[in-house]
């Protein structure tokens, strides 16, 4: 059964999403705290932590260079026992941060590597990854499909690579519409991380198509009576 994380920051949207929906864990990224204006990354941290409780939190590291990294990934470790830090496959200069994971992973942290697009990167993740430590792998779905490239083979491949390490699971992350949801549903994929304006459509009741078309053609209509358009 596929997980449905929520991926903000925002507090009121976490609360809603866990109360109404009771999702399983959420994620958060430097540029999802940005948006949200948050100025003091560790208080608000914590504040989610008190609205997730145990439920898995991935906060990501933002540092570039390894030692940096660690000590990020140390203290941020430490804020919680339901913590996956989040550290990405590669630095800014696209080299792969095989120290920097196999270091976390030998201290039983629970990491989530992020921003990851390439079988051959999964590849190079598989051979330093033990069988014990939590791991969550994140490959960007959305990201991979904005490129002209359908991401379901790369995720299905994934869950090959990784099927004898029960420690491991796979995410699909950078959601753009409801329909991820499904596909990743589709593939077992085991967690889909989704933004909350995207949870509350998945959770909506859905519309039978053919209304849907008349809901649509009266929306085209209307807008066209109100602009008051002329030929």
Same mark, same amino acid.
């Given at each position: 059964?596929?997980?449905?994380?929520?991926?903000?920051?925002?507090?009121?949207?976490?609360?809603?999403?866990?109360?109404?929906?009771?999702?399983?864990?959420?994620?958060?990224?430097?540029?999802?705290?940005?948006?949200?204006?948050?100025?003091?990354?560790?208080?608000?941290?914590?504040?989610?932590?008190?609205?997730?409780?145990?439920?898995?939190?991935?906060?990501?590291?933002?540092?570039?260079?390894?030692?940096?990294?660690?000590?990020?990934?140390?203290?941020?470790?430490?804020?919680?026992?339901?913590?996956?830090?989040?550290?990405?496959?590669?630095?800014?200069?696209?080299?792969?941060?095989?120290?920097?994971?196999?270091?976390? &992973?030998?201290? #039983?942290? *629970? $990491?989530?590597?992020?921003? @990851?697009?390439?079988?051959?990167?999964?590849?190079?993740? !598989? /051979? =330093?990854?033990?069988?014990?430590?939590?791991?969550?792998?994140?490959?960007?779905?959305?990201?991979?499909?904005?490129?002209?490239?359908?991401?379901?083979?790369?995720?299905?491949?994934?869950?090959?690579?990784?099927? &004898?390490?029960? #420690?491991? *699971? $796979?995410?699909?992350?950078? @959601?753009?519409?409801?329909?991820?949801?499904?596909?990743? !549903? /589709? =593939?077992?994929?085991?967690?889909?991380?989704?933004?909350?304006?995207?949870?509350?459509?998945?959770?909506?009741?859905?519309?039978?198509?053919?209304?849907?078309?008349?809901?649509?053609?009266?929306?085209?209509?209307?807008?066209?009576?109100?602009? *008051?358009?002329?030929?």
């Amino acid at each position: 059964m596929t997980k449905l994380y929520c991926d903000t920051s925002n507090l009121n949207d976490i609360k809603y999403c866990i109360k109404k929906y009771n999702i399983d864990g959420v994620t958060t990224n430097p540029s999802i705290m940005r948006k949200e204006g948050v100025k003091n990354y560790k208080d608000q941290c914590y504040k989610i932590l008190r609205l997730t409780k145990n439920k898995p939190l991935s906060v990501e590291v933002f540092a570039d260079k390894n030692d940096e990294i660690i000590n990020q990934a140390l203290i941020i470790s430490k804020w919680s026992k339901s913590i996956y830090v989040k550290v990405p496959v590669i630095n800014t200069k696209g080299l792969f941060l095989k120290g920097v994971i196999q270091d976390l &992973n030998s201290r #039983n942290i *629970k $990491i989530n590597i992020t921003a @990851v697009f390439t079988i051959s990167q999964l590849l190079k993740i !598989k /051979k =330093i990854l033990n069988k014990n430590t939590p791991v969550i792998i994140s490959i960007f779905s959305g990201r991979i499909a904005d490129n002209g490239i359908n991401p379901e083979p790369i995720i299905i491949k994934a869950k090959r690579l990784f099927k &004898n390490f029960k #420690n491991v *699971k $796979i995410l699909w992350a950078s @959601v753009r519409e409801v329909y991820n949801f499904y596909q990743a !549903k /589709k =593939i077992k994929c085991d967690i889909i991380t989704v933004p909350p304006s995207l949870i509350k459509k998945i959770k909506s009741k859905k519309i039978a198509l053919d209304k849907y078309s008349i809901l649509t053609v009266k929306q085209f209509f209307e807008d066209g009576k109100k602009s *008051k358009f002329k030929l």
